[in-house]
């Protein structure tokens, strides 16, 4: 196993992520063993140094997944188990915490103790001399086990400030103990970062060991918080890859790499692997089944979008006028959004994917440009749907076949049996090249029962449609005056795992306006991989 450790101009930089720990608190997060075991896959390919995989005291699926992933080998990364200090008023051999710490068996292991004098005599109920006691025999304890020992101070920050002197205390009392990392812990996520480099300081200069950095995100500074404890000698940076976890998040991980390599000048992963920021954040996302926030930097779906008519025309010029970074430097791409004030440069960008030598004055960007406005006349709206927008250009410039014609659909809905979640279902007529296909669906709605029914009538014909899920439906009325007629406009989000999309439709039918939408993200999908399979073969 290498090491992901480089040197920076405070020493060795480690990234130690904590997703599969701190980060299944966050809600709705629940994570299988398989899911933990793909998720440590994905952080080992990205480089980060260690991996905090789980308490394997609290419950047996924790214990279940060391067994598992005990059996991959890791090219990058040191796998981390976490618990507490011993109990009060035992000894660390009996207490049954540590016990299943060990049976995880990772050379590392990460234990929180008390810091805040409040905490200890509050909350633990215990003597100051007591906690710190619990401290000391603990790291001695694992240190005799064959253990590297990371110790976080919980509530380190509210703690000095409360009583800087039993705060420092704990910390020597680990170190006394033989930890090897002390790492400071902004547990309510309160304190403001220039407190947060100015205890860092004050500990790295007074403990003598290398020093950490665990930040929630309550105050909304998590980020910089990391960074600024980092420029104050912090050599750890502990957070999760895409800032989920407990109340308003951890410290996100994605962003902090992304700065300390690409602003300041400090290597925390195996060199190169900052360009797989993006596809490995959004892997984990998937496999966390959520959908991260498309304004995140480097790696959300904007964070490279440009929109406004005038920053698209200076970007297409030189990337530098509206980009502090290359997209490519953390694997996101440059996109352009289709809106009102997106003017001819945006269009000009997306057809010359398909012809590269058109021109501003083309009469087919004016051709285009005059559709999408009438579009939008009638209701749509191209921005932040990009596979109906694209899918349009391909229909202008005659470069668009469809996959399949549509011969009719039928929904039937129905007040659903106590008990049986179906209460809609759906009957579809398509042609595939002079193929007849008539297929059925059931669903917990219309638009679901429309979905199945298409999907099993096209897997017959293009399998790959199988790997299309929907991951967002959203609905909006138009023009509310107009009741029931109102038209409405449907936005569908997609994925296939790999990629996602979003495709609209329009219409005073929701049925209608649900299929229009939901058959350009089909043919979305067939057409990317169609490209790919031609690229492919070239």
């Known amino acids: 196993m290498t090491n992901a450790a480089t040197s920076g101009p405070f020493g060795h930089l480690h ?3 904590s997703t599969l720990r701190d980060g299944a608190q966050g809600e709705g997060i629940s994570f299988s063993v398989q899911d933990k075991i793909n998720i440590v896959r994905a952080l080992d390919e990205l480089g980060v140094a260690y991996i905090e995989a789980g308490n394997p005291g609290s419950n047996p699926k924790d214990l279940e997944f060391f067994a598992e992933v005990g059996k991959i080998k890791l090219e990058t990364s040191r796998l981390v188990a976490f618990g ?120 790295v200069r007074e403990l003598g060991l290398p020093v950490g950095i ?108 509206y980009e502090h970074v290359s997209p490519e430097s953390v694997g996101n791409e440059r996109t352009f959004l289709m809106s009102e004030v997106a003017g001819r440069s945006m269009i000009i960008e997306k057809i010359r994917k398909f012809d590269p030598d058109i021109q501003k004055d083309s009469p087919m960007a004016a051709q285009i440009v005059a559709r999408v406005k009438e579009l939008e006349h009638v209701g749509y709206q191209f921005e932040g749907a990009e596979g109906s927008f694209e899918l349009l250009v391909r229909k202008n410039m005659g470069k668009y076949k469809p996959f399949f014609d549509l011969h009719y659909y039928k929904i039937i809905g129905e007040q659903p049996v106590e008990g049986v979640p179906c209460n809609a279902f759906a009957q579809i007529k398509i042609g595939v090249d002079g193929v007849m296909a008539v297929t059925a669906g059931e669903g917990d709605g219309p638009v679901h029962a429309l979905d199945v029914a298409l999907r099993n009538a096209l897997e017959r014909f293009y399998p790959a449609v199988s790997h299309i899920r929907l991951t967002d439906f959203k609905v909006r009325v138009l023009d509310s005056k107009s009741a029931t007629a109102a038209k409405v406009r449907v936005l569908i989000e997609s994925t296939d795992g790999e990629e996602a999309w979003s495709t609209i439709g329009v219409s005073s039918d929701l049925i209608e306006a649900s299929w229009i939408a939901l058959v350009d993200s089909f043919e979305y999908k067939l057409i990317m991989d169609a490209e790919k399979r031609l690229r492919i073969y070239r």
């Open 15 to 17: 990234i130690f992520d």
């Open 214 to 321: 665990h930040c929630h995100n309550d105050t909304g500074m998590a980020v910089a918080s990391s960074l600024l404890s980092v420029k104050g000698g912090a050599t750890q940076v502990q957070g999760t890859l895409l800032g989920f976890g407990e109340r308003t998040g951890n410290a996100n991980l994605s962003t902090i790499i992304a700065n300390l390599e690409l602003k300041m000048g400090l290597r925390c992963l195996p060199e190169g692997r900052v360009a797989d920021l993006t596809p490995i954040a959004r892997r984990v996302a998937e496999i966390a089944n959520i959908t991260p926030d498309n304004g995140m930097p480097y790696v959300g779906f904007n964070a490279f979008a440009h929109k406004a008519g005038m920053h698209i025309d200076a970007v297409t010029k030189n990337t530098k006028a």
């Open 84 to 203: 507490s200090t011993r109990r009060k008023d035992i000894k660390a051999s009996e207490d049954a915490n540590l016990a299943s710490l060990l049976s995880a068996g990772t050379e590392t292991v990460c234990i929180f103790g008390k810091t805040w004098d409040f905490h200890v005599t509050e909350i633990l109920r215990a003597s100051l001399d007591e906690n710190l006691a619990m401290i000391r025999d603990t790291m001695a304890f694992l240190v005799s086990e064959g253990r590297t020992v990371i110790y976080d101070a919980e509530h380190f920050f509210d703690g000095y400030v409360a009583n800087p002197d039993y705060a420092l205390s704990t910390l020597r009392a680990a170190k006394e103990g033989g930890a090897s990392v002390l790492v400071l812990c902004d547990t309510n996520g309160g304190t403001l970062p220039d407190a947060i480099r100015e205890m860092t300081e004050t500990v």
